[in-house]
């Protein structure tokens, strides 16, 4: 895959209370013809995550137009699934709304955090959002105790497809617990109730002990994911990309990204969570650089894949 990169889009950089730090997982969307909106969790200084939107113009993407004084969807209520933070999942257009999978987190004694899949759905445009219930639509399953969260959503042939990582146990690195976590495909009838069997999709290789945050498009009958994948030397931090006929059996092809590091910057160090949108003849990839985003996003104009 051939790239260009457009440069550094958004950083909060403590605009306000609920913006002091990240814009984690940048979700993208075509508002219009003339507006992508980037939807993101922003960090409080307690590193809690709200959902709120850096609306971008679509012809030059690191133009910045209007950025949400207020979330879009904030913490859940307290005691429930998602009462220690939000950040996306995936955006998309059901019919009049916008539904919004969203993944919410839960700090608990015994684990570094929970984290499972919740719903919203948005009937004003995309400016606020409305949670579909107050409990997740993937939650813990046997396999799956810690995480199960879904990042990936397209609707075909009268069928809700989706990618999801699911997490059960821990790596030790350099003193801390990581998550780990792989792919896997499930299917529902109406994209809430997810109660098919389910397919491991990509799994770790080598030195890695996580992999995840898919992302899906199909482009001339073939599928494509991109993920992010992390190894035990806890310094790299990068995307790969798997291709496939059917969307669930994938060969990975993590050489053929492209996308590379900076010499200097927010993506410096790191680089992860892309997410394409196409807008005209165009498609943009926004991605988050060091440190999961902690410096905001950026984009990149896919060439060719």
């Not at 396999?143 to 989706?162: C, M, P, Q, Y």
């Not at 495909?185 to 994209?191: A, C, H, I, L, R």
Request: proline share 3%.
């Amino acid at each position: 895959m051939k790239w260009s990169k457009l440069g550094h889009v958004f950083s909060p950089a403590g605009t306000n209370d609920w913006k002091k730090s990240s814009a984690l997982t940048p979700t993208p969307i075509l508002l219009n013809e003339k507006v992508i909106r980037v939807y993101a969790g922003f960090r409080d200084a307690e590193g809690i995550s709200r959902i709120g939107y850096v609306d971008v113009d679509a012809q030059d993407p690191t133009q910045v137009l209007k950025i949400s004084d207020a979330p879009v969807l904030d913490r859940g209520r307290d005691g429930c699934f998602d009462d220690n933070g939000v950040i996306l999942g995936d955006v998309l257009r059901c019919g009049n709304v916008l539904r919004m999978y969203y993944v919410g987190f839960q700090i608990v004694k015994r684990a570094k955090f929970l984290a499972f899949t919740g719903l919203a759905e948005s009937s004003d445009g995309g400016e606020t959002f409305h949670r579909v219930s107050e409990v997740p639509v993937m939650d813990r399953a046997d396999g799956g105790t810690t995480i199960r969260a879904i990042h990936s959503v397209l609707f075909e042939d009268n069928v809700w497809k989706v990618w999801f990582a699911v997490g059960d146990s821990w790596t030790l690195i350099n003193g801390q617990h990581y998550p780990d976590y792989n792919i896997w495909y499930t299917e529902s009838v109406d994209g809430q109730v997810f109660n098919q069997d389910e397919l491991l999709c990509i799994d770790v290789e080598g030195d890695e002990y996580r992999i995840g945050r898919p992302s899906v498009y199909k482009f001339e009958d073939k599928y494509y994911m991109f993920y992010t994948k992390g190894g035990t030397s806890g310094l790299d931090y990068f995307p790969g990309v798997a291709v496939s006929d059917d969307g669930k059996v994938w060969q990975r092809q993590d050489e053929q990204f492209g996308l590379e590091l900076s010499e200097g910057g927010f993506d410096s160090t790191h680089l992860c969570y892309p997410r394409l949108v196409s807008a005209g003849n165009k498609t943009y990839c926004f991605y988050n650089g060091n440190n999961m985003g902690a410096e905001g996003f950026g984009v990149a104009e896919l060439l060719a894949w």
